[in-house]
Structures are given as structure tokens and as C-alpha cells.
């Protein structure tokens, strides 16, 4: 499903809604090691970086479980948790990265479009655009027909642009994981990644900045920088 326009353009700036504008992947941290904590697990951050972190929250609780050595079978209660906690987190927590907003403006400034994509199901990524904002600010929201246990790899970012119709574009990616940026560099994009605390020590290599916050660096700084391509 996708809400992003149908219109064929040039350029286009894509970012991760919940983990780039809304920093979800130390809730889901939260509220996973809350989760499993009822299995017996005493999750880590490091068990954490090292499990995956399934955007999918029932192969997230799964690997994790498996990392442990324990059995994944009954595991409805602990997702239904995680899955709660990070739909509150939509509704009610989360905030508009700062450095985030202003990069929008001054893409958005340069007549070029702004799309957010997101691994939630279709109502929390509806609320989470609501929440941060980002509805009014004229960003497209679009959701990934299919979100796989490692997401978004390259097939998925080829299929993501045919949705939207920015196959041919000047791409610019906003991402905060190995995964994510990986899968971005194949299908062509130029990758601007924000880590967190759970993805710092992955490998980036090929992207065109590692921020440690898209504040650190002018928007028109990125911009000129990426949109060279």
C-alpha cells in the first residue's frame, strides 16, 4: 500500500519514519526486553544489536528467544506487548527529530519530494505521521507492500520505488542501519545515516555522511553533497 503520489519526478529524499523521525528502536528495545524478560531472557543491548531487530515484532521476539537458547513457541503475550507499547509510542511519545524537520523544509524548498517509509502496519504509521507532524508538512507516507524478517533490503527498496515511481530518480536516503543503507546503495541511492545506539558499530560503508544527529550538518550542506549524483 502506498499514499505516496503517483507522479514521476527526478529527484526524491526518502527516509525511515519510525527510526530516523522518531527514534522507535530504543522503545522497541524497551519493550522487548520487557517481553522476553517473562521468558526468562535478560535482554541486553548487545543481545539486542546482535539478534537483527526484526522490524517485525513476532521475528523480533523469536531471534531474540533463539539467541537465548530458550523456545519460541507461546509468544503471542510478549509480541502483543511489544506491539502495544510501540503503537502507544506512535499515538502519544514520540517527536519529530529536530535536524530531521529542517531537512525536510529545505528539500522540500528545492521543489524536490519527501517521502517517509515505514515497517508499521498501516493505522501506527498513519498515526505516527500524524503525531510528528509530518502530514502537514506535505512528506508521502509509503508503505511497503511486504515487510520480510531483514527489512529493507535492496529487492525491497527496488520494489518501494517502482510503488511510488521514483525508479529513475536522483535518490537520497535517510537511514539508520547496516540493512537499510546496504539495500539503498544497490538500488542507487546516495545514504545519509544516522545511527543509534544499537546500530553505531555496523557498517556503513558507502554512504555519503554518518551523522551522529542530522543536526550536526546544514541540510544545504547534505543536499549539495548528495544531490550531485
Known amino acids: 500500500m502506498s499514499e505516496a503520489k503517483q507522479t514521476s519526478t527526478t529527484h526524491a529524499l526518502i527516509f525511515e519514519l519510525e527510526y530516523v523521525a522518531a527514534k522507535a528502536r530504543a522503545v522497541e528495545f524497551a519493550s522487548l526486553k520487557s517481553a522476553v524478560g517473562t521468558k526468562g531472557v535478560e535482554l541486553t543491548p548487545v543481545m539486542f544489536s546482535r539478534s537483527g531487530m ?3 515484532h513476532r521475528q523480533a521476539v523469536t531471534d531474540v528467544l533463539k539467541q537465548a537458547g530458550k523456545k519460541t513457541d507461546a509468544i503471542e503475550k510478549a509480541v502483543n506487548e511489544v506491539d502495544k507499547t510501540v503503537a502507544n509510542y506512535c499515538a502519544n511519545d514520540a517527536e519529530l527529530d529536530a535536524g530531521l524537520a529542517k531537512l525536510i523544509k ?26 510528528l ?22 529487492d525491497d527498496w527496488l520494489k518501494m520505488l517502482k ?22 546503495l544497490t538500488a542507487g541511492a ?40
Not at 112 to 128: D, G, H, M, R, Y
Not at 164 to 181: F, H, I, N, P, R
Not at 192 to 216: R, W
Open 54 to 56: 526484526s522490524a517485525a
Open 106 to 131: 529545505a528539500t522540500q524548498a528545492r521543489g524536490i519530494p519527501v517521502i517517509a517509509f515505514s515497517a508499521l502496519p498501516v493505522a501506527n504509521a498513519k498515526t505516527l505521521m500524524a503525531k
Open 133 to 154: 507532524g509530518l502530514d502537514e508538512m506535505g512528506v508521502e507516507l509509503l508503505i511497503p507492500e511486504e515487510v520480510k524478517e531483514s527489512f529493507p533490503r535492496a
Open 163 to 184: 510503488q511510488c515511481d521514483k525508479e529513475k530518480a536522483t535518490l537520497v536516503a535517510v537511514v539508520s542501519s547496516q540493512v537499510a543503507c546496504k539495500g539503498a
Open 190 to 229: 546516495a545514504c545519509i545515516v544516522v545511527p543509534d545506539e544499537y546500530t553505531v558499530f555496523q557498517d556503513f560503508s558507502g554512504a555519503k555522511m554518518v551523522l551522529d544527529s542530522l543536526a550536526d550538518e546544514k541540510p544545504d550542506a547534505i543536499l549539495d553533497l548528495t544531490l550531485r549524483m
